[in-house]
């Protein structure tokens, strides 16, 4: 069941992809801030994985382009539904109910600075020292852009718990969509992983949420938005890291994610008027900095597909 069929674009064209996929991660904060006045989270998630799975559902069939998965592979399929994006999720918003939203950046971001050490465990995949420097570089990025002198670092034992369960599940995530990759194309990834999702989500939604979803009347705003958050963050967004992974691998893909918080301040900045001060500017740069030193081989022409 190799991916034989579908012809990988060039590396530069992925690049691309793979900065507008952070480019509509980070957007989507901005997204989410607006649906949040109107639904609850778990609501949100809900319905942005049963609705991007129906969406894609109806595209294969109109390109027919449906690939099955092998029964065997179906357990791969649960953990990596599982780890992302239900324990990652869970992890991550119910993480910031204890802690400052700088503390939970920060830990985010800390997941490209660990994976590499799981990567090479579990499936031998070796980062080169300007990789290692391009992280380091990167995560000092972040910290720019997210601590500043009004930060609060205020944190509980319990809300770092949570933050380190998403960080371990976005590691366990790339790893078993690492595996994947091999074998199926991102479309056919992102169907089942949305829609094993779902179904992790649907009895906390029922339970939860339901009664609270049924009393809201949908406006445009929430409409318009939802679309933005189901089109582009949860499915051309997870579509463009898939193609990414499986050309890259996970270790020079994931440090793309440092860029997240780059696109949220600037978008910030730009719609919704929060401050953007010279440390925040200057945290930017790093982190692009840090992104392109560890793409870059040396020798090697440049920038070059190296995996394991």
Known sequence: MKNNAIRMPSDWIIYALLTLAMFFWGLSFVWAKVVFA???PITVIFLRLVISTSLIVALESALRVSQ?????????FCRL?????FLYFLGESFGLYFVSSTIASIMVAVIPVVTPFFAFLFLKERLSLMGILGLVLSFIGVLLIVVNPDSLLQFSWLGIGLLMAAVISSIGYVIELRKLTFHYTPLTILKYQNLLGG??????FLIFDFTHFIRIKPSFELVVNMIYLIVFASILAFVFFNLAVQRFGINRSNIFTNTIPLFTALFSYWI???RLDIQSMLGILVVVGGVFLAQYKPGAGGCRNRTA
Do not use: M, S, T, V
């Not at 099955?68 to 791969?76: A, C, F, M, Q």
């Open 81 to 85: 539904a599982f780890f992302q994006p």
């Open 199 to 204: 179904f992790y989500f649907l009895p906390l």
């Open 38 to 40: 109107y639904y609850r």
């Open 68 to 76: 099955p998965i092998h029964p065997g592979d179906l357990k791969k």
């Open 272 to 274: 919704l008027d929060e």
